[in-house]
Nanobody, 126 residues
Framework: QVQLVESGGGLVQAGGSLRLSCAAS????????TAWFRQAPGEGRELVAR????????WYSDPVKGRLTISRDNAKNMVFLQMNSLKPEDTAVYYCAAMPAGPGRAGVRSYEYDYWGQGTQVTVSS
């Protein structure tokens, strides 16, 4: 049984930083893509960053590029999202997700991901 458990959310002032963690268990993720999505109230789930576990290659959405950094720790089976220069519009529930890497799977849409964490709330005050 694959489990993803997020932690590290909270309340921070604009310009501040947070570090989200995602602990993965139940399998090795050497052939997986792991991503962070976010969902603001009344909005759809938005991909903000993803990382290919084997190569370490990363992708970021334009609104977060240069401010958020995704990384992984292979030995600990964990994925992180370092969030700097936070803005009120970053306020959302942040979800960790994982899917097998492979042809035909771009890893852009939420429906492509097989495993999800429960989410962690990030609130940025102005």
């Amino acid at each position: 049984q694959v489990q993803l458990v997020e932690s590290g959310g909270g309340l921070v002032q604009a310009g501040g930083s947070l570090r989200l963690s995602c602990a993965a268990s139940g399998r090795t993720f050497s052939n997986y893509v792991t991503a962070w999505f976010r969902q603001a109230p009344g909005e759809g789930r938005e991909l903000v960053a993803r990382i290919t576990w084997s190569s370490g290659s990363t992708w970021y959405s334009d609104p977060v590029k240069g401010r958020l950094t995704i990384s992984r720790d292979n030995a600990k089976n964990m994925v992180f999202l370092q969030m700097n220069s936070l803005k009120p519009e970053d306020t959302a529930v942040y979800y960790c997700a994982a899917m097998p890497a492979g042809p035909g799977r771009a890893g852009v849409r939420s429906y492509e991901y097989d495993y999800w964490g429960q989410g962690t709330q990030v609130t940025v005050s102005s």
